[in-house]
């Protein structure tokens, strides 16, 4: 008699920056890199008016954000693998603790439960692996930038139009990975992770941009907000 197939295993997906991460971790490795002269100071001056603005509440985080991204892909070429590699780690270990609770308490729950941990975010996968892997993660989906004979990097980004589209991401690892969306749970933050939010049979939007929340409201999902040590549900 054949054999039966392999049970497919349940799957939790999350976003990490602004998810579990009370930060971003571009960011903060962009920071590490200027400090320790990887990066020209100047590298700052791409992102900081939009920091300043989005701190006085005067600007959005996004554009902010965005500037940070692009100090980062305007200034990595030429930077060896072995030293980004270096600082990466450094930054994912100082920053191992710095995570929202609810949803540190939410992996561990469901990593007991059995489920697959995946992580998909748009920060670098070399900063990712470490963070998420002390977390528990099984896999972890992140942008990969190319490195050229010399190890060293040319800023182009491999495979960029899956990461672009979460949605692509969760088709991917469902099938290298043997996974089902039965009983899957989803934690996003914004409305980027609307495409695996809208796949997932238990979709969580937490500490919502107002796009996501707006979304979330008219797809009746769950929001969660954790405001200093209170976690709060809205009905």
Not at 37 to 54: D, L
Not at 59 to 77: K, M, R, W
Not at 214 to 219: G, N, T, V
Request: hydrophobic share 35%; proline share 4%.
């Amino acid at each position: 008699m054949a054999r039966s197939r392999t049970t497919r295993k349940k799957v939790a997906i999350f976003d990490v920056d602004g998810t579990i991460f009370r930060s971003s971790l571009i960011e903060e490795l962009v920071r590490d890199l200027v400090k320790t002269g990887a990066f020209p100071p100047q590298a700052r001056h791409i992102y900081e008016k939009a920091h300043e603005q989005w701190q006085a509440r005067e600007g959005e985080y996004d554009v902010y954000i965005n500037g940070v991204v692009s100090a980062f892909c305007t200034y990595l070429p030429g930077v060896s693998y072995t030293l980004l590699h270096a600082s990466a780690r450094k930054v994912s270990l100082e920053h191992k603790d710095r995570v929202y609770r609810y949803t540190r308490d939410l992996v561990k729950e469901l990593a007991e439960k059995g489920y697959f941990l995946l992580a998909i975010s748009q920060s670098p996968k070399i900063i990712l692996e470490d963070f998420c892997k002390n977390l528990g993660f099984h896999k972890t989906y992140g942008r990969i930038y190319e490195t050229g004979p010399d190890e060293k990097f040319t800023g182009k980004i491999v495979d960029l139009h899956l990461i672009a589209n979460k949605a692509n991401v969760v088709r991917r690892a469902m099938e290298k990975e043997n996974l089902t969306l039965a009983n899957s749970v989803g934690v996003g933050d914004t409305e980027g992770d609307i495409p695996f939010l809208e796949m997932v049979e238990k979709p969580i939007c937490f500490n919502p941009n107002d796009k996501l929340y707006r979304y979330a409201r008219l797809m009746k999902w769950p929001v969660v907000v954790e405001r200093k040590n209170v976690v709060y549900r809205v009905q």
